[in-house]
């Protein structure tokens, strides 16, 4: 039986670069399927897309992801252009799909070391 995509989501990351801002950080998502098998396949492009949130809120970024990601309606731009990319990695490893079927997969928000730090320093008490 054929492996297929179980599910998606995001690697986020903390953008270091350009000025640096004491309000709000740009966080870089780096979107990726998840077989069936377990393997992660992710975009080709360091950061699929970037999202601004204000420092003071990281704790819920994953709510700030959602909304950019408009999981509800088709992908569009920049978002489009990135499932495109994992759809043809995952076409050269056998598995047939196209972006809107990704897109509405379950999803999922996996923050790096750092940012998960970042998020933790202003979790609510």
Same mark, same amino acid.
Do not use: Y
């Given at each position: 039986?054929? @492996?297929?995509? =179980?599910?998606? +989501?995001?690697?986020?990351?903390?953008?270091?670069? &350009?000025? @640096?801002?004491?309000?709000?950080? %740009?966080?870089?998502?780096?979107?990726? !399927?998840? $077989?069936? &098998? +377990?393997e992660?396949?992710?975009?080709?492009? *360091? !950061?699929? %897309?970037?999202? =601004?949130? !204000?420092?003071?809120? %990281? #704790?819920?970024? @994953?709510?700030?992801? %959602?909304?950019?990601?408009?999981?509800?309606? *088709?992908? $569009? &731009?920049?978002?489009? /252009?990135?499932? /495109?990319?994992?759809?043809?990695?995952?076409?050269? +490893? +056998?598995? @047939? $799909?196209?972006? #809107? $079927?990704?897109?509405a997969?379950?999803?999922?928000l996996?923050?790096?070391? /750092?940012?998960?730090?970042?998020?933790?320093?202003?979790?609510?008490?």
């Open positions: 039986m054929p @492996e297929s995509v =179980r599910s998606i +989501g995001a690697t986020a990351s903390l953008n270091h670069d &350009g000025a @640096e801002d004491d309000d709000f950080a %740009l966080v870089d998502l780096r979107l990726f !399927a998840l $077989t069936d &098998g +377990g992660q396949i992710d975009d080709p492009q *360091p !950061a699929s %897309l970037s999202v =601004r949130c !204000a420092r003071d809120k %990281l #704790a819920a970024l @994953e709510l700030s992801v %959602l909304m950019s990601m408009r999981l509800s309606r *088709p992908p $569009t &731009g920049v978002r489009l /252009e990135a499932w /495109e990319r994992v759809c043809e990695v995952l076409a050269a +490893g +056998g598995i @047939e $799909t196209d972006p #809107a $079927t990704l897109h997969l379950k999803f999922s996996v923050p790096d070391t /750092e940012l998960r730090d970042a998020q933790q320093a202003v979790w609510p008490s």
